[in-house]
């Protein structure tokens, strides 16, 4: 499979997660779709809620629920978004940080024939993560 057939194949996926958006506040509804560095495909929805703050936006659910089947990284994610492009918040950016592989391509599509392709670097420069934490000894 070429690198675009990929990312077409991330679009899809992402776009079929979009239709199960659980929105009935915003009206906003978003897919996104993850690769592992092992090969594998989650896919994940915005779910919002009555009280709003537990809102969980798609690129988390899709992360998630990735890391909670033991992917070690992600390599790649796909996001769509309302009828546009719509880029990551901030959250998930942060997020994305946290287990991205070196790398990580971030795609925003409108859908499979529209997109741009971003590096984490590009959406969330200077950033704080893991290695600033590491060996405990902050205290
Ligand atoms: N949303 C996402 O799913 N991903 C983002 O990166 C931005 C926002 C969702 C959360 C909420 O359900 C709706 O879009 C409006 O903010």
Do not use: W
């Amino acid at each position: 499979m070429t690198k675009k057939e990929k990312i077409e194949k991330l679009i899809v996926r992402a776009q079929e997660a979009q239709k199960k958006a659980y929105v009935p506040y915003s009206g906003y509804s978003v897919g996104a779709a993850v690769l592992t560095s092992d090969g594998d495909i989650f896919d994940g929805c915005n779910i919002e809620n009555a009280s709003y703050t537990p809102t969980v936006c798609a690129e988390r659910v899709a992360i998630f629920k990735a890391v909670s089947e033991d992917a070690s990284s992600i390599d790649a994610i796909a996001v769509v978004a309302g009828e546009d492009m719509g880029f990551p918040c901030g959250v998930c950016r942060q997020v994305m940080r946290e287990f991205a592989s070196e790398g990580l391509e971030i795609i925003v599509a409108k859908n499979k024939d529209e997109y741009e392709c971003y590096h984490l670097e590009d959406l969330l420069p200077h950033s704080f993560g893991p290695e600033n934490l590491k060996g405990g000894e902050h205290v």
